[in-house]
Structure formats: structure tokens, C-alpha cells
């Protein structure tokens, strides 16, 4: 039978891993870093925060925490360890095509939640928000399935959306208008392992 005891290289925390300095960070991958934008500290204290608003938010009801992936699986999962009441997770995944003009029918969902919406408290958790153009019209698709309530919370939110219909009501940080990665977000699928959030140098 497999030993499944703890081993050191398993159960080493990570202050066991020197640390690294982010001008040099290897995960880069040659890269240079224009600046780190929010620590990992301060996002572990910001998502923390985040969480016991939550948790304060919805006293009653049936709470389903659907993540819109990519970008918001790293934050997703530590912000509903952080959520202190009964909860579900589901993802969808949104495929969004063609310019600024086309209508709303045109968000297709990629990876439907399998999850039933009716009649819950429904929190969309998005990793950032620039146009809001993705989150206007998901929000269309989602009201359609009859939620109890419907909720956006971003990690990052640039405030330049200007035709929100549905205000986003949890904010991590109010963001600048830089292109960011790590913590789930991405360029071309890199750096969404960073543990903190950066712009990076042209
Ligand atoms: P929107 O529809 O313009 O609000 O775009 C939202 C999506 O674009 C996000 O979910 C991200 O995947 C991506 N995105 C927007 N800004 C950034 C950024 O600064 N870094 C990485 N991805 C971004
Ligand atoms: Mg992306």
C-alpha cells in the first residue's frame, strides 16, 4: 500500500522557501517587473476583509459563489475560505466575441453551471474589471435564471466601466489603469501563479 504519511517536502510551509526577491522573481520568466501593485500580504488582509463582508452580507438563504474562470480561480479559492456561513462553488466560463457593438446575445457560456441558480443568492466573482463589457452581459444572462439575488465581487476593479447596469458591491482594490498579472490574472496564460499582483515593463 502507498505510505501516505506526511513527508518534510510535503509539509513544509512556505515560510520554509527563502524569499524571493520580485525584481529577480524566476516565475517571471525573464520578465521585468515595472512595479508589484499589491503585495501578497496585502492582498491575504484585503481578501480577508472581503471575506467577513460576505459573510455579514448574506444572513439568511442559499449562497452559490460561481467563479468566472480563468482569472478568478486563485482568488475565488482563497476568498471563500474566508466566507464563514454554508456556501456552493461553480464556475462558468464565458466566451465573449466580436467588438464594443455587438448585442448582448453574443456572451456564450463556454461551461455552463451545473449548479441551479433559482431562487439563491447568487455572488459572481470576477478577477478584474476594465470595460465591464463581460460582466454587463453575463449579468443579463444570469438575472434571466430567476436568482434570488445577483452580486459582483472583483479583486480588481479599474473604474472605467462607465454602463454597468449592476454596481459592483464587493471590491478588493481599486485598481490603476496599468495592465496587471499574477493572482489569477494573466498574458497569454503566464504569471497567473504569481502570488502578488504587478505590472510588468513593455
Ligand atoms: P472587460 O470585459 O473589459 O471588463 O474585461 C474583463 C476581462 O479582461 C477580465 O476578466 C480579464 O480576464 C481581462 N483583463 C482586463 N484587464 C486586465 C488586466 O489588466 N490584466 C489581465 N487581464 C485583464
Ligand atoms: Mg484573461
Redesign the pocket.
Known amino acids: 500500500m502507498t505510505d501516505l504519511t506526511p513527508t518534510a517536502s510535503h509539509t513544509r510551509g512556505a515560510s520554509a522557501y527563502p524569499p524571493v526577491d520580485p525584481a529577480r522573481d524566476p516565475r517571471l520568466a525573464g520578465r521585468k517587473l515595472r512595479r508589484v501593485v499589491y503585495s501578497e500580504q496585502e492582498i491575504a488582509a484585503r481578501v480577508a476583509a472581503l471575506g467577513e463582508e460576505i459573510t455579514a452580507a448574506y444572513p439568511d438563504g442559499d449562497l452559490l459563489v460561481l467563479g468566472l474562470l480563468?482569472?478568478s480561480f486563485i482568488f475565488l479559492s482563497d476568498l471563500v475560505r474566508q466566507v464563514v456561513r454554508p456556501l456552493q462553488v461553480d464556475f462558468l466560463v464565458a466566451s465573449s466575441y466580436g467588438d464594443a457593438t455587438v448585442s448582448s446575445g453574443n456572451v456564450r457560456l463556454l461551461y455552463d453551471p451545473e449548479t441551479s441558480l433559482g431562487g439563491k443568492h447568487i455572488l459572481l466573482v470576477e478577477d478584474i474589471v476594465d470595460s465591464g463589457r463581460t460582466l454587463q452581459k453575463l449579468v443579463g444572462l444570469l438575472g434571466e435564471r430567476r436568482p434570488r439575488s445577483l452580486e459582483i465581487c472583483a479583486l480588481l476593479h479599474k473604474h472605467i466601466a462607465s454602463h454597468l447596469t449592476l454596481p459592483v458591491r464587493f471590491v478588493g482594490f481599486d485598481a490603476p489603469e496599468e495592465f496587471l498579472v499574477g493572482y489569477g490574472?494573466?498574458h497569454a496564460e503566464h504569471f497567473r501563479h504569481v502570488p502578488y499582483v504587478a505590472s510588468l515593463a513593455a
Open positions: 480563468k482569472g490574472l494573466d
